[in-house]
């Protein structure tokens, strides 16, 4: 499989086309920063092999301990970390679910320590709602981001892939050959 830093490269080579392509098909420079960022920090940090000790869980630094149970919970390239869509939607929904706790944690402490009264769900809800009501083409355009970077670090593991099966059928051929005569 082609290393953290190939990956790495994969993602500021594909960069100025994806600014391109979002320029082209939404004519909208928010939209296009919003879905190229976010490309970006799936090729760098939010990308498939986050289910590994890699270069992008390193990435994390002292948060990366929020991505252990994840590595923990799904094996190495299974269909659930690095499927087309489903991996990307399972890392948001982990992602947002280990946010969405720590910030009820803290809401819970600063209650009990302090005596803040904070609804946390109200909270949730109108968070959802706002982000529904006004920002689902930014959300879309982030998603859109986050999975054609990891898109882009499947292609890559698919044509390495082939690429040593064919180098391995091309020595096994060579050495048939060898045998016959």
């Not at 879309?140 to 593991?157: I, K, N, P, Q, R």
Request: hydrophobic letters at 50%; one cysteine or more.
């Amino acid at each position: 499989m082609p290393s953290g830093k190939i990956h790495d490269r994969i993602t500021w080579i594909c960069l100025p086309p994806v600014v391109a392509g979002g320029l082209v098909v939404t004519r909208d420079i928010i939209l296009t920063l919003c879905s190229s960022v976010a490309f970006v920090f799936s090729g760098l940090m939010f990308g498939p092999d986050l289910d590994i000790y890699s270069l992008q869980f390193k990435r994390w630094g002292f948060l990366r301990f929020i991505w252990l149970p994840y590595q923990k919970l799904l094996r190495h390239r299974s269909f659930l970390s690095h499927g087309i869509l489903i991996g990307t939607m399972g890392r948001v929904v982990y992602f947002v679910s280990v946010v969405l706790a720590m910030v009820v944690l803290w809401g819970i402490i600063g209650k009990l320590i302090l005596g803040v009264s904070w609804d946390w769900r109200e909270w949730i809800v109108a968070g959802y709602t706002e982000v529904k009501e006004n920002y689902w083409q930014e959300t879309m355009a982030v998603f859109l981001g986050l999975e054609l970077g990891a898109m882009s670090h499947y292609l890559a593991d698919i044509g390495e892939n082939w690429r040593q099966s064919h180098i391995q059928l091309k020595a096994r051929r060579k050495k048939r050959r060898g045998r016959k005569k």
